[in-house]
DNA sequence: GCAAAAGCTTCCGATATACGGAATAGATGG
DNA sequence: CCATCTATTCCGTATATCGGAAGCTTTTGC
């Protein structure tokens, strides 16, 4: 801890004033250019997809003209953007999408699963998605849809849900050490307003019933009508790396389909974590085994 | 080691400064932390599954470790990388993901075409890719594995290939302007050597070939064995935005099969470019359709 | 068509910011 | 336990960054 954090003598009576509080998204303290550089590419992404000029950029990153010209004119020989000249508009590069082809993809996670979500969209007719956890949250790292035309909650990929909402979530919470998932119920406790979990009694029930059947199962009470299943992905310490979840309109996870959707997630799930253990060099056997057995 | 740091003694011929010779390409001087910062996201994005150590880091890119250290913590802070505290190892952080699920992503192109890309891996029995322009190269910006075991040269998410190369390549080439055209054969027939196509008549004529069939089919050339058909997608313009390709055994594109597979890759084609451009609003029509008639 | 406005780019001096050597703390291994 | 390698902190130096001002280009307005 320590307050590392340096004094900023600078505001003597300086008042910042006409305080426009930067509203929205930007962070202000950005300081350093590698900061300033990722926030540009940050808004890049948020912003539509014409993109965004270079005083769109200044203006809402609070930074001058020749500034974010000299940035993206980096970000731009890097590959991390590009300009359309015509337009005289930036986006961000395709160099970024090789990088994240890698990023948060252990184990190729991403590529074992993907042929799974094909599989498991195609015999359930719904929506898959692979959840791994990312600090307090969870990522989409991939979605196959499924013949029905709905859409979950969890979005796009890429997207984040709060660690504990869905049921993508509650799979992989149920399944992390204990302490890190004390640390999350602290932390994510708050954040959790509104949408769906609101007293901890209540989380830490659900949770306990999802460790104990090995799968969340509930309407997500986000969107009437939709419900989710979702089982974890296990590490050879049992503990989860990640998520599968189906996502559909309740009526198809009726008492009579719905042990037959889980037992085909267990399935699945317990081939992934096999794939991203394939021996346990010590222990000589294979991942943890969901649902299956004492092991 | 450390045989780096000679250029200390440099300021002895005074300022001199203010000649940043360096215009127009980069190479080895990499100055800012801007660049710094992002060659060490690359790195971590080629280093293996396991990631790479700090000082594994400052010695591949030739920075000192408080440097590396203070941008990893950058990185980290904002995202862009994670650090395993157990092993003391760096990866890509998931933010990444996240930036990236936008990047090089006009149309939201990618998403409009997981779809049929799955639809066509199912049908086909073949991977499935979809190939954008990136400069002189193709970037895959997506794929889709079909039952066959097989790997096509075009390889993973994000990676390139030269323009000109492969299947999809040209079919993004034959239907580009004219003049970029001729700007990226003068610019990659170089790149060519001893990757299939040599000389330039004969690149000519392919490309002459392809743009008047509709497609690029011919045995790669690159693995004994394999071939490639893939159509390009069209702007409402005719010109090339993407191409999908199917890479598989050249015994899977015999004369039976191969005009079956074509049409198929046509329509969805078609489908694709509609859902580009719903409605033309100049010319109140939908976009160009590939081979389908006069428009 | 011209004038005005807005946007983009270049230049350059001031200085804040990033760098790296040295020292410390921590990990690894014999 | 000491030796070695690695990670982290500290701090003085000077380098690389910033932003004002001005030139230049494109867009807007009339």
Redo the contacts between chains.
Sequence with gaps: MSADLRRRAKDSAGVESAGPENAGTDEAGSK???????AI??L???SN?AGARLTDISRALDLTPPTVHR?LK??V??G?A?ADKATKRY????D?????????????LR?IC??IL?RL??TLRDTIFLL?R?GFDA?C?DR??GPFPIRSFTG?????VTLGVGQGSLAIMAFLHAEEREEVIRFNLPRMQGVGIIDEVYLRTEIARVRDLGYASRSTGLLPGMSGVAVPVLDRDGYAVAALSVGTISERLNEERLPVVVDILKRESTAISRQLNPFDPVLRRPAAILGGGPA
Excluded: K
């Excluded at 986006?91 to 395709?94: P, V």
């Excluded at 796009?156 to 984040?160: E, K, L, P, S, T």
């Design positions: 350093s250019s590698l900061q300033r550089g990722l590419l940050r890049l992404a948020s997809e940035l980096i970000l020989e890097e991390m590009e986006r961000l590069g395709i970024l999408f090789g990088l994240a082809a890698q990023a948060g993809n252990p184990n190729n590529d993907r042929p094909l969209s195609a791994v990312s990522v790292l196959s849809e796009d990929i890429g997207g984040r």
